[in-house]
C-alpha cells in the first residue's frame, strides 16, 4: 500500500489519510502490511502515524499516488524449475490512458515496488493496470473492452487484432481463457475497469453490482455484461454463478465529485477476512455486506466508510496490491 496522499484531495486530505490510516490498520489484522512513503513529510508521518504496529512496515520508496492496485505490479508465481518463486507482472501503467504524468525509467511505480519486494519483474507486451483485470486463479481472467481495447492505452494498429493480441501475450502468463465483457466507457479516469463492478468469489460465484434506482440508468453495457457472465464457463466448464448486488441509493453520492466510486465490490480479499465500504446507506450497506458473507462464508466481512477515498476515483482494493507469502511460493 501507499502512503503517498496527493494534493488534489484538498481540502479533505487530512480525512483521506485517516481512511486511509484505517484501511490500513484493518488489513493488517489479518496480514502484515508495506507502506510505501515518498521521501521526506509522507515518509516521516507515515512512521508516526504507524509507530508500534507491528505488522504494517513502512518503507520509504519515491511513489507518487495511493493507487496501488493500478501503479504497481501484479504479484503471481511461476515455475522455476521444480520450484515455485514469486515475480512481478508489469502492465506498462500509462497514467489511465494518459489522464496523469507517469514516471518513466527505474523509477517507475513497477520496477519500485518489484526492488522492494526483492522479485524479478517481467513486463507486458500491452498497456494496462491491475484493476482492468480480475483473475479465478485456474486461467481465467475477465476484463472490459472499453479499458483494454481503449486506443489511449493501445492503439489501433492496420492489420492488428488487439483483442487477440493481448490474449496471446496473457497466455504466456498461464491464461487459458479472456472473457471480455463491454465495461463502462463512459467511467472517467478508469474507461471501466472490471473491478468496479465485478468481484469473483470461491465455488464459481460472482458479484455483480447493479444501479436499480427508478430515477436513474446504471451504465450502458451493464445487463449486457450480467448475461454475458451468466453464459461463460471457466476454462473447467464450469458455469458461474451470479448474484447481482445493488449500488447505494443515488442520494448517497449524486452530490459527491465526479469521479466519486460507489463501489460496494471493489473489495479487498484479506486473508480470513473481507474489507470493504459503506456509503451510509443502512439498506443497501447491509445488503452488500450480506452478499459478500455468503459470497465468502469463511471470511469475516468488514465494511469501512470511505467516502473520501472515494472521491478520488477508487475504492479499497484500488488501494492494495497483494503479495504471495514466500512460504506459499515455496510450497
Known sequence: M??????????????????????????????????????????REARREFEGCIDIEVIEAPVDDVWMRDLAPTFAIRMAGIRQEVVALDWNFNG????????????????????????DCIRTKFSAEGGALIFDGRGTAITTRSCLLNPNRNPVVSEVDR????????????????????????????????????????????????ISDSDMEGPMWRDHDIDLLASTRTIRQRKLKI??????????????????A?????????????IAARFGDIVRDEAAKTALERAFPERVVIQLEINHIAEGGGGIRCLTQPMWANSVAAG
Not at 484505517?22 to 510505501?36: G, Q
Not at 489511465?96 to 522479485?119: L, T
Not at 465483457?181 to 472490471?194: M, Q, R
Open 163 to 210: 483483442q487477440r493480441w493481448i490474449e496471446d501475450d496473457l497466455h504466456r502468463f498461464g491464461i487459458d481463457r479472456v472473457v471480455w465483457l463491454e465495461g463502462d466507457p463512459s467511467e472517467p479516469i478508469t474507461s471501466g475497469h472490471v473491478d468496479g463492478y465485478v468481484l469473483l468469489c470461491p465455488g464459481g460465484r460472482v458479484l455483480v453490482e447493479h
Open 96 to 119: 489511465w490512458g494518459g489522464r496523469y504524468k507517469v514516471v518513466r525509467g527505474k523509477r517507475r511505480a513497477a520496477d519500485i515496488v518489484a526492488a522492494a519486494a526483492g522479485v
Open 243 to 260: 448474484r447481482k448486488v445493488a449500488a447505494p441509493h443515488v442520494q448517497h453520492w449524486k452530490k459527491k465529485s465526479e469521479f466519486f
Open 262 to 274: 460507489p463501489a460496494y465490490l471493489n473489495a479487498y480479499v484479506a486473508n480470513g477476512a473481507i
Open 2 to 43: 501507499s502512503w503517498a496522499v496527493k494534493p488534489y484531495w484538498r481540502p479533505s486530505i487530512n480525512k483521506v489519510k485517516r481512511e486511509l490510516s484505517e484501511v490500513i490498520r484493518t488489513i493488517a489484522r489479518y496480514e502484515p502490511v508495506k507502506v510505501l512513503a515518498p521521501r521526506g513529510v509522507q515518509s
